[in-house]
């Protein structure tokens, strides 16, 4: 039995060194999706998060630095973030801790080595190596039916790395269906703009044909700070009348990810996206009145995070995930963590990657499973002091559930 500080905190590094991860959510693909799965250096220091601090020293103009090679924006980056100022922030320190794991030196700053060890990889004996380094088991993809890069892949047959899982995104659908509506009438579905009963019916055909095709456990959309159901709006009837019978009757949940402000600055691209704080009610709404209905929700302001455990108190169909995107720093995770575990025990999903390089799996759940240790061996600490003991095989339980058991103990539900 587990009764004291020093043994409790080895065994719960040891548990979380050697737990298998689902992570539920990212933007990574199989070998299969060929030109969609990114990795190496040089994507690494063009991750959109690395742009938009490039950005905070640069005077170059936007279309200059996005008409150069991906090379030579790299290079920028690599000598603007790293080189002519400390790589102190997450998305950089990210950069050195992937290095490192690989057993690369970071002291010889030597991005043309770096770059050397990469070009003697394989697709396959990287994907293996970076599973193998994270302690990753599995992934979820992020599937858009709508990208034309993607959907050829499907036609033709789809995935078949079991490491990857699929997840059916349909923001087209949801957030622009007066545009997405004409590639479903492309593709033999009846639909028409007006979102009539049988368009109604068309769209659920091809929500549960997209389902079966990709094997998807859940259907993911981002959603704005405005959203709500309650409004006449072609968003709100498709989720209300396409997107939550058809999860009901597939028995998958439905993923929102709420409070993104879209191209703030579109002179960014992908890194020009920002963040609100969203309503609450509108869960609230969706999870009382769909009770057979799974949901699970993430949002992106910090001051969404405390309400949301509280709704998630009051509905247990409600399922809260991760610390999404600008809250994927120590500072934020830590506290973000520790008031889930005081409001909701073990019940919630710490953690997902939202990796977009193949490579950041490493970083993103070295750096996370260490703030989460530390949370659970003070939690843990407090019931000690107070005459509790606990076995190993019961911690290791409770960090299996946290880093994937509850995910699919909740699709399997
Ligand atoms: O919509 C999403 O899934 C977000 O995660 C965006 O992809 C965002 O650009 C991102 O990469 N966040 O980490
Ligand atoms: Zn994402």
Known sequence: MITHYAQLKEVVEKSMQKVKITDLHTHIYSE?????LLWGIDELLTYHYLIAEYFRYSNLHYNEFFNLPKSKQAELIW???????????????????????LGLDVKSRDLKGYRNYFSNLTTKEYINKVFEISGVKEVVMTNDPFDPLEKPIWDEGGNEDQRFKAALRIDSIINQYEKSYKSLMEWGYEVSE????????????????????????????????????????????????????????????????????????????????????????????????YPNNKFMITMLSRENQHELAITARK???L??????????????????TRMRIETLGLSFIPQHSDAR????????????????????????????NIGWSMTEEEIERDIRGLMGNNFWDFINK
């Open 32 to 36: 299969k999706f060929d030109k969609l």
């Open 79 to 101: 000598d603007t973030l790293f080189i002519k100022n400390s790589p102190v922030s997450e998305a950089q320190r990210g950069v050195l801790t992937i290095l490192n794991k």
């Open 194 to 289: 007006n979102l009539n009963e049988k368009a109604i019916s068309e769209i659920k055909r091809f929500l549960t044909e997209w389902v079966q095709k990709t094997n998807a456990l859940y259907m993911a959309v981002s959603l704005p700070p405005s959203f709500k159901i309650l409004e006449d709006s072609n968003r709100s009837k498709v989720i209300e009348k396409c997107v939550i019978p058809v999860c009901r009757q597939l028995n998958i949940p439905f993923a929102m990810m709420i409070g993104v402000k879209k191209l703030v600055n579109d002179d960014l691209g992908l890194a020009g996206d920002s963040v609100g704080k969203s309503d609450i009610t509108t869960i609230e709404y969706l999870c009382k009145t």
């Open 315 to 317: 509905f247990r169909n």
């Open 319 to 336: 399922m809260v995930f991760g610390c999404w995107w600008f809250l994927n720093n120590p500072s934020i995770i830590e506290d973000m």
């Open 357 to 384: 390089v193949l490579d950041q799996l490493i970083y993103k759940w070295t750096h996370s499973k260490k703030i989460i240790s530390n949370v659970l061996i003070d939690k843990y600490n407090d019931i000690l």
